[in-house]
């Protein structure tokens, strides 16, 4: 247990589909993030929420679309997107990034596999 | 921007032998950096964290790393692998409140 939750685990979905990555965390930090790791390439950053306000979009598609309603709640929803979109998306938050050295907690991710 | 390079994509140790995870980092400024260990689908569990406070820094399952600014690397070692160490390991450094990732070190360990 992690204190960061993702749900679905594993999600299938076809390239017209729209479907959401839920994350939740239990730890009290005030920042939340979206990472994506795929085959043969370093982990990507690609969303920040600090407080609920996007601080960062590391020049993801418009495809993808995160939410962040609260400090303890993230969603990654997903519509159109392409087989190359097929990733591990894991979620992560930490206390406060404007903080030097501030540490990362990681879910276990959700498996995307887009057909 | 900070970056950090992992020397070997897969690494491979017999048990009972030295583990050494090679990390290099560059930086503009005093680095925080870290390593992470991710076991077979599941995500990211931290190993340990370097904030200045020492340079030798002991973490998890007894493994360690050794900030050298001389080399600009921060290595991580074990003494004696276990077959449960094996896994993917990534160094990671602080950029503006987010981490930058290598590209993660696959250690095998053989019996």
């Known amino acids: 247990e992690t204190g960061v939750t993702q749900t679905p685990r594993h999600l299938v979905m076809g390239m017209t589909n729209k479907k959401s990555l839920k994350c939740e965390q239990h730890?009290?930090?005030?920042?939340m993030y979206w990472y994506k790791q795929s085959a043969k390439k370093p982990l990507e950053l690609m969303f920040v929420?600090?407080?609920?306000?996007?601080?960062e979009n590391n020049s993801v598609p418009s495809r993808f679309s995160p939410e962040c309603p609260n400090s303890s709640h993230l969603f990654l929803h997903l519509h159109t997107l392409q087989p190359e979109d097929s990733a591990l998306y894991l979620c992560?938050?930490?206390?406060?990034?404007?903080?030097?050295?501030?540490?990362?907690?990681f879910g276990e991710g959700s498996w995307l596999t887009v057909v | 921007a900070q970056s950090v390079t992992q020397l070997g994509s897969h690494v491979s140790v017999s048990e009972g032998a030295l583990v050494l995870l090679r990390c290099n980092y560059s930086?503009?400024?005093?680095?925080?950096l870290f390593w992470y260990v991710q076991y077979p689908n599941q995500g990211l569990q931290l190993l340990l964290k370097?904030?200045?406070?020492?340079?030798l820094v002991k973490g998890i399952n007894g493994f360690e790393a050794e900030f050298k600014k001389s080399e600009t690397s921060f290595h991580l070692t074990k003494p004696s692998a276990h077959m449960s160490d094996a896994a993917e390991y990534f160094c990671?450094?602080?950029?503006?409140?987010?981490?930058?990732f290598g590209s993660g070190t696959r250690l095998q360990v053989q019996p």
């Open positions: 992560a938050s930490s206390q406060d990034p404007a903080v030097s050295g501030n540490t990362i907690y």
């Open positions: 730890l009290g930090h005030n920042a």
């Open positions: 929420y600090n407080f609920k306000e996007q601080t």
């Open positions: 930086s503009s400024v005093p680095p925080y």
């Open positions: 370097y904030t200045s406070a020492a340079t």
């Open positions: 990671a450094v602080s950029d503006q409140g987010a981490l930058t």
